[in-house]
């Protein structure tokens, strides 16, 4: 399991994680939604390890994470899809999903991950030897998640995955993620598509300037009067 206790951090003065409390069991869809500026990539950044916390704990079955370099954290099982997917544009499609394996030296591991990847994304295997800078904004986002999947993380945090896409390319994204959770990857799921992500995810937090101030399953917070009115554009009756 990943706990995060207590967790804190500060941009100068600008207190943007006020000591938050989450747990991402195994095997489970883990979302965090709130509003653009709450906290939610921070608190990734925080668990990868790129932004330093003021206080608090991260551990993944007991192991502490925080304050470790972002390596150990890859190591340890954490691997994170960044917001606005990142590919290596003069890199090919190839060359992305080896950069995801950049820690790993088994190989012949490596190549049936590789074939993972490609059955999960067919289209990837298509443009293989293409630039990712030439492909669409969903081929990327595709791209992107193959690329996290490459270290065989248990937990794959994702930041945003739906951002500027179609929203069939977007039904499609939400599919592969219960895929890559079904055969055993955890995922914790940072989503402004609050919808989507309620529906999809067993558990939910919401996060509002830095603190967390409800919880449920997914079911829960998506029938929730003041979660509809905030976040999924529905008036009180």
């Given amino acids: 399991m990943l706990k995060i206790e207590n967790l804190q951090v500060a941009y100068g003065g600008i207190q943007a994680l006020r000591g938050i409390d989450m747990e991402v069991p195994d095997g489970k869809i883990v979302t965090l939604i709130g509003a653009n500026g709450a906290g939610k990539s921070t608190t990734l950044r925080t668990i ?42 003069n890199l090919t499609v190839l060359e992305n999903l080896m950069a995801g394996a950049y820690l790993r030296k088994d190989k012949e591991g490596i190549q049936k991950d590789i074939q993972w990847v490609y059955e999960l994304f067919p289209r990837l295997q298509e443009r293989s030897w293409q630039l990712a800078g030439t492909l669409s904004g969903g081929e990327q986002q ?42 055993g990857v955890t995922i914790l799921l940072i989503e402004q598509n609050a919808n989507m992500a309620l529906k999809t995810a067993d558990l939910a937090y919401v996060l509002e300037t830095g603190r967390i101030t409800m919880s449920g399953t997914g079911a829960e917070l998506l029938a929730d009067e003041t979660v509809k009115e905030a976040y999924l554009g529905k008036k009180r009756k």
């Fill in 142 to 183: 595709m791209l992107a998640v193959g690329r996290g999947l490459m270290s065989r993380p248990k937990v794959l945090m994702m930041d945003e995955p739906s951002l500027g896409l179609a929203p069939l390319v977007v039904q499609g994204i939400f599919d592969i993620i219960r895929e890559i959770n079904k055969q």
């Fill in 48 to 89: 990868s390890g790129l932004v330093k916390a003021k206080a608090g704990s991260v551990t993944y079955d007991g192991q502490e994470l925080l304050g470790k370099p972002i390596n150990a954290v890859l190591e340890a099982g954490i691997a994170q899809v960044p917001e606005g997917r990142r590919v290596f544009a």
